[in-house]
């Protein structure tokens, strides 16, 4: 598959609990994005990553949110203390270089937090 | 304030008909790049089309066509005879140079299409 993956697709967890989302970008590509997608809205930016650092996260809503990108391929979205406002479907998405190009996205993964 | 507009939420439409998805945006940036997106019920969204901003020609792929204007700062996205497999949310994007020098996306709040057969 050469297309951009994530996983787990879904992942239910309680109010509080920690919960990691992975993403495995398309091979190549050194720009990676983490949108997440409330119903009904359009993706909302919360941080990209330019090879292994993070060259804008202006996007995270506050520090219960971290995300790295250690070898500059896999990147995990880490969110503490989750509240049920954190529930959406988290999407990431690569592209070859940087934000001008088209971005390629997966499939999101859907967190609930009960 | 909104920077990329989709005004239209939701439209419904018969089979064969044509539909025009309207996009308006905002930058103070002369360098900036436009994109369509289209999320189907599968979810994942697929790319369309992009677009620079020096570059006004419209273009056309096979049904699909895009109107680019930047005197209304408008991009707007238009199909032809619409089948039923159109059927899902198209969102605009549009892609400037934020505050920290680096390229971010912006996306609209999406139209839902309906084709209706």
């Known amino acids: 598959g050469a297309g951009v993956s994530q996983t787990p697709s879904n992942k239910v967890t309680e109010k509080g609990k920690y919960v990691e989302l992975r993403c495995d970008p398309i091979?190549?590509?050194?720009?990676l994005y983490w949108y997440r997608q409330s119903l009904g809205q359009g993706p909302e930016f919360l941080i990209y990553?330019?090879?292994?650092?993070?060259?804008?996260d202006s996007g995270l809503p506050n520090d219960r949110f971290f995300a790295v990108r250690p070898e500059g391929s896999v990147s995990t979205l880490k969110i503490q203390r989750t509240e049920r406002g954190d529930s959406a479907v988290y999407l990431c998405?690569?592209?070859?270089?940087?934000?001008?190009?088209?971005?390629?996205f997966g499939p999101g993964t859907r967190l609930t937090v009960l | 304030a909104q920077k990329v507009t989709q005004a239209q939420t939701e439209i419904s439409v018969v089979e064969k008909e044509d539909v025009t998805l309207d996009c308006v945006y905002e930058?103070?940036?002369?360098?900036?790049?436009l994109f369509w997106y289209k999320q189907p019920p599968s979810g994942e969204l697929v790319f369309l089309i992009r677009?620079?901003?020096?570059?006004?020609q419209n273009e056309i792929s096979g049904r699909y066509s895009w109107n680019f204007q930047k005197s209304t700062s408008s991009f707007n996205f238009t199909i032809t005879a619409s089948q039923v497999v159109d059927s899902a949310v198209y969102f605009c994007?549009?892609?400037?140079?934020?505050?920290?020098?680096?390229?971010?996306?912006?996306f609209g709040t999406g139209t839902r299409l309906k084709v209706l057969a």
């Open positions: 990553f330019q090879g292994t650092g993070a060259a804008d």
């Open positions: 677009r620079n901003s020096f570059d006004e």
């Open positions: 998405a690569s592209s070859l270089t940087r934000g001008s190009n088209e971005q390629f």
């Open positions: 091979s190549g590509h050194t720009a």
């Open positions: 930058t103070r940036d002369t360098t900036y790049y």
């Open positions: 994007a549009l892609s400037e140079r934020g505050a920290s020098g680096t390229y971010k996306y912006i």
